[in-house]
């Protein structure tokens, strides 16, 4: 079953109630209950509806996570919980089930960073982080490029989007081309059948004078909708499956160059790549050709473990655990702003 400690981790920042068991940097188990249904018909994620759901999925997604793991509650070492970045009322709602699980279970309770755990999950698939690293995180609401020497405690921030997310960049075009919500995975199946050198459309912030690590994709979400505008003013059909390509290489490789051009300049020789968008099968294949050809060790997660789980926060807890990191305590309090560097708020 492996070694090191034991920990549950919950998860609840956006629209996934997740629940996860990691044994040291084994995966035991991985339950998500997800209320993307629910938000579909708004196009977007609604914070009441998802603080609703958490509360109606929060138990049986703990007794799946404990049945498929084979432990008790009372046989775990520790729990932890999101405390930030997130949607205010969902947090609560993990942090409130955290504290009432750590209290009847009599364990100590640390508080996790929703960010860095994208990044501690890779242990779980591939084993002991290197460090130091650097990381690219990409999702819906982060798009961060970090130098990593301890993901317990020791991340820099060497750059990140000044506007929008790559994530919700890819959401708001998938919306414009009239996909499904969540724009991101429907919109990677309509590229596969595009030409991605079809439209020539604008790579943010990759001018001599720009910041080397910084992101910039409103840009580019506003060519792709003055583009199928003009489209649409000539009587013309949108093509589709061109645009989501061209969109989507455009993203893509800006994203992988920067990341690429990071692990050079701070003399690093691995990457991993995190969080929802490293699902995106052209990023991922940009990400392995640039890595290839530049010497450099690529470690991605496998799809279900990019997006938002309970798996992510276990691991990160029992590096918490295992490195020394005093628990937060049943005081400890959500932070829906907290930065990608940032601890767990003290409680009063």
Request: proline share 6%.
């Amino acid at each position: 079953m492996g070694e090191g400690p034991l920990v549950l981790g919950i998860e609840t920042s956006c629209d996934e109630t997740g629940v996860g068991v990691v044994r040291g940097e084994v995966l035991l188990a991985d339950a998500v209950a997800s209320s993307v249904e629910s938000h579909a018909r708004y196009g977007g994620v609604v914070p009441e509806v998802a603080a609703r759901a958490h509360l109606e999925a929060m138990v049986p997604t703990m007794h799946r996570a404990l049945d498929e793991s084979g432990v008790a509650l009372d046989d775990v070492d520790a729990i932890a919980v999101t405390v930030g970045p997130g949607l205010a009322g969902a947090l609560l709602v993990g942090v409130a089930a955290g504290k009432a699980y750590a209290f009847a279970a009599g364990k100590p309770l640390y508080g996790v960073n929703h960010l860095a755990a994208h990044v501690a999950v890779d242990v779980v698939e591939h084993g002991t982080l290197p460090a130091p690293c650097v990381a690219l995180l990409v999702s819906g609401g982060h798009t961060h490029l970090l130098h990593v020497r301890e993901v317990a405690g020791g991340i820099e921030e060497l750059g990140s989007t000044l506007d929008d997310a790559a994530g919700e960049a890819f959401d708001k075009v998938g919306r414009l081309l009239g996909l499904q919500f969540p724009g991101g995975p429907h919109l990677d199946v309509a590229a596969r059948a595009g030409n991605p050198a079809a439209i020539a459309f604008p790579r943010g912030l990759t001018g001599p004078r720009d910041a080397p690590y910084d992101f910039s994709f409103s840009g580019l979400k506003t060519a792709v909708g003055r583009w199928v505008a003009a489209c649409e003013r000539a009587g013309h059909e949108v093509p589709v499956a061109d645009v989501a390509a061209s969109f989507q290489e455009a993203v893509a490789d800006v994203l992988t160059a920067k990341a690429v051009r990071a692990c050079r300049d701070v003399g690093v020789a691995d990457l991993i790549l995190a969080g929802g968008v490293a699902a995106n099968s052209r990023v991922h294949a940009l990400a392995r050709e640039r890595c290839d050809g530049a010497g450099i060790r690529l470690r991605v997660p496998r799809p279900r473990l990019c997006t938002d789980n309970g798996a992510m926060i276990a691991a990160l807890g029992a590096r918490m655990v295992t490195t020394g990191v005093p628990p937060a305590g049943l005081g400890v309090r959500t932070d829906p702003g907290l930065p990608v560097t940032g601890m767990a708020p003290a409680g009063r």
